[in-house]
């Protein structure tokens, strides 16, 4: 029986058999009998790892310790407010970080914890509800998620795909002036603007889907 464990792009967490392209955690959420409660997080630090570290076998819901989320790719963790990992996944937290900084710009690049709390005021209420924002179509960067058809959509170059936990559908095209509901945080909209390149399910580029992550 799958584990609650899997994550929306609205956020959420319910269960699905589909293997995820990358792991994530916001604390531990979950108790006896490896089951979630009402919580959906424990801290403000949400973020988005690899599946495997130095050959490391992790439990992926040890007693009080952390509870290891899944994504279907990256698109789907930033959607939900997630971002990249400073320690397993160094190289693509710094481009992040540095995408960030020039969308914002600033001083300096931002810490984590900035961050970090900038992310949870633009990606959650306190009822648990995703934040979304009406943005016009053609203003939106690859790689940001929209709500659409009472699902989500992967924005990419021209057009959308449909998302499921297996991958995306085939590209449908949305007119530039059309006004979208879109899930992704503007912080990480800023970010994707400014060249931030999130690694995609093979799918969103017509490519096998047994094959690994792909970045445009």
């Given at each position: ?81 997630h971002r990249p990992c400073a320690y397993c996944r160094r190289a693509d937290y710094l481009d992040y970080a540095r995408a ?117």
């Amino acid at each position: 029986m799958p584990l609650q464990n899997r994550v929306l792009p609205t956020g959420e967490i319910i269960e699905s058999p589909a293997r995820g392209g990358l792991m994530g955690n916001r604390g531990c959420l979950h108790g006896q009998g490896r089951t979630l409660g009402v919580t959906r997080w424990r801290s403000t630090l949400w973020i988005c790892c690899t599946l495997t570290w130095r050959d490391v076998r992790r439990d992926v819901m040890p007693p009080g310790r952390w509870t290891a989320l899944f994504f279907l790719d990256e698109a789907t963790s930033l959607a939900a407010g997630h971002r990249p990992c400073a320690y397993c996944r160094r190289a693509d937290y710094l481009d992040y970080a540095r995408a960030w900084w020039r969308a914002e710009g600033g001083a300096r690049r931002p810490w984590a914890a900035e961050m970090d709390h900038r992310l949870h005021h633009e990606r959650v209420r306190r009822t648990r509800e995703q934040i979304t924002r009406r943005v016009r179509f053609g203003d939106l960067p690859a790689g940001a998620m929209i709500a659409r058809d009472g699902g989500s959509a992967l924005v990419v170059p021209g057009s959308v795909r449909t998302w499921s936990f297996d991958g995306y559908g085939e590209p449908e095209a949305v007119a530039d002036s059309e006004v979208v509901e879109v899930r992704t945080p503007p912080a990480t909209l800023g970010a994707l603007a400014e060249g931030y390149r999130p690694w995609v399910h093979p799918s969103a580029v017509d490519r096998s889907r047994d094959a690994g992550l792909v970045r445009w």
